[in-house]
């Protein structure tokens, strides 16, 4: 894919499934490969394989690259598959190069979680990454501590499609923007859709989504609305959605994916629990909150997963 079709894809919504897991803990491939059916069937613009919300740092090398081929087979054209690679240097440029084998579109390169880690050596490395890489490259910037000359460096790199800005530090994003060359790469939310009006107001485009794997109809909903310029729209939207983010958001973000998992499992697909050091479960006051939003998203028409046959017998009930 040329990197000027990736740019194009990264100002729509870039869903990041979830990773299935089998009864032993073990990635189970084909579960996995239709959640990311589901999403590309819903129309996400652009689909990242192992993101944060596929629990990546869980995940072994030998299992991210399996998680990637689930993605190319699910999404199965449908859209872009943008695969996720990090860890040290030269294991991500193995990934890359492992990606374009498979069929992804792009990657997506984490940011070092290295605690020894300077802003300008970060750069060093998504950089790095891109030179190496025959795939465009989406940069996930999360960190604080960079300045407008290190993000402008990575916006006009010739092989970087985006970045992922997943920071609240609005000012330099915007003062990143201003000075970044228009024809480089596009500055994308990389804080979902509570944060995406926001980031729309300060000249990013498109957002990351880990609701695609429950509703992304509304997803789209909020992106089609900031594509029109209409914020009180998205923000309506984004305010239906403000009790399930908040769930998220527990335990410093704990149980960011936990919640997400819980909500495909209450669907017709068993997803497994999270692995640690992330949440594994819901205590059961949690989950019958979830069940509770979800039901009310079923009932106003809000909600595109369909409840396991025994929980909609209790609703009813």
């Known amino acids: 894919m040329s990197i000027a079709t990736m740019r194009k894809a990264l100002t729509g919504v870039s869903g990041v499934p979830v990773t299935a897991y089998d009864g032993k803990g073990e990635v189970e491939p084909r579960i996995t490969a239709k959640v990311y059916e589901r999403v590309a069937a819903a129309g996400i613009h652009n689909i990242v394989a192992a993101g944060n919300t596929g629990e990546f740092y869980a995940l072994t090398p030998q299992e991210i690259r399996i998680v990637h081929e ?57 950089c790095n990454l891109a030179d190496a890489s025959t795939l465009p490259l989406v940069a996930y910037v999360r960190a604080e501590g960079f300045g ?33 060359d228009p024809a480089g790469a596009l ?34 909903a909020v992106h089609n609305a900031l594509e029109r310029g209409d914020f009180g729209a998205a ?5 239906q959605l403000e009790p399930f983010e908040r769930m998220r958001t527990k335990f410093r973000n704990g149980a960011n994916v936990t919640v997400v998992k819980e909500a495909v499992t209450y669907s017709d697909l068993d997803v497994g629990p999270v692995r640690v050091p992330g949440l594994p479960l ?33 609703a009813a009930g």
């Not at 990934?95 to 970060?122: E, L, N, W, Y």
């Not at 995406?196 to 880990?210: D, E, I, L, N, Q």
């Not at 923000?235 to 305010?239: M, T």
Request: one cysteine or more; a neutral charge; hydrophobic letters at 50%.
């Open 235 to 239: 923000r309506a939207i984004v305010n």
């Open 148 to 180: 407008v000359d290190d993000i402008i460096r990575l916006a006009n790199h010739g092989n970087i499609a985006g970045i992922k800005f997943a920071t609240t530090d609005l000012m330099l994003l915007s003062r990143a923007i201003a000075a970044a």
């Open 70 to 126: 689930a993605a190319v087979s699910g999404v199965n054209g449908k859209a872009p598959v943008t695969a996720a690679i990090g860890r040290s240097l030269r294991e991500a440029i193995g990934m890359a190069k492992d990606a374009a084998t498979i069929g992804a579109s792009a990657v997506m390169s984490h940011q070092p979680v290295d605690p020894f880690a300077a802003p300008a050596a970060q750069i060093d490395y998504f």
């Open 282 to 314: 819901l205590d059961r006051h949690d989950r019958e909150e979830l069940h509770r939003l979800l039901r009310g998203w079923d009932a106003a028409g809000n909600n595109q997963i369909r409840p396991h046959q025994q929980d909609s017998a209790k």
């Open 187 to 220: 500055f994308v939310c990389g804080l979902a859709e509570s944060w995406a009006p926001t980031f729309t107001a300060a000249g990013a485009r498109g957002f990351t989504s880990g609701l695609v794997n429950v509703a992304p109809h509304l997803s789209l």
